[in-house]
Nanobody, 124 residues
Framework: QVRLVESGGGLVQAGDSLRLSCAAS????????MGWFRQAPGKEREFVAA????????GYADSVKGRFTISGDNAKNTVYLQMNSLKPEDTAVYYC?????????????????WGQGTQVTVSS
């Protein structure tokens, strides 16, 4: 089993930045492809960003491309989501997920483990 714990969320103003972290513990001997998803009130969970097991490939939702950056530190078993130029529509609970695939991208059912989420609120 792999346990994922997100941190770094909070309340910010439009235009501000936040960096989310997702720390993995448990069976981390093998690395995983990772992803970030978010869910706003009354909406379905949506893909935000993903990174391959090797870290060489990344992917982003169109809505965050150019503003968000996903990165990983295998030594720390941690994946990050740097969020710049935040907008009120970025307000959501952000979840990280781990996948046994080499790269899982936006495909939800490729992810085997999920964190509990961290709230990000962007005021206008």
């Amino acid at each position: 089993q792999v346990r994922l714990v997100e941190s770094g969320g909070g309340l910010v103003q439009a235009g501000d930045s936040l960096r989310l972290s997702c720390a993995a513990s448990g069976r981390t001997g093998s690395s995983y492809a990772m992803g970030w998803f978010r869910q706003a009130p009354g909406k379905e969970r949506e893909f935000v960003a993903a990174i391959s097991r090797s870290g060489s490939s990344t992917g982003y939702a169109d809505s965050v491309k150019g503003r968000f950056t996903i990165s990983g530190d295998n030594a720390k078993n941690t994946v990050y989501l740097q969020m710049n130029s935040l907008k009120p529509e970025d307000t959501a609970v952000y979840y990280c997920a781990a996948s046994n695939y080499g790269y899982a991208g936006s495909v939800v059912n490729r992810y085997n483990y999920w964190g509990q989420g961290t709230q990000v609120t962007v005021s206008s």
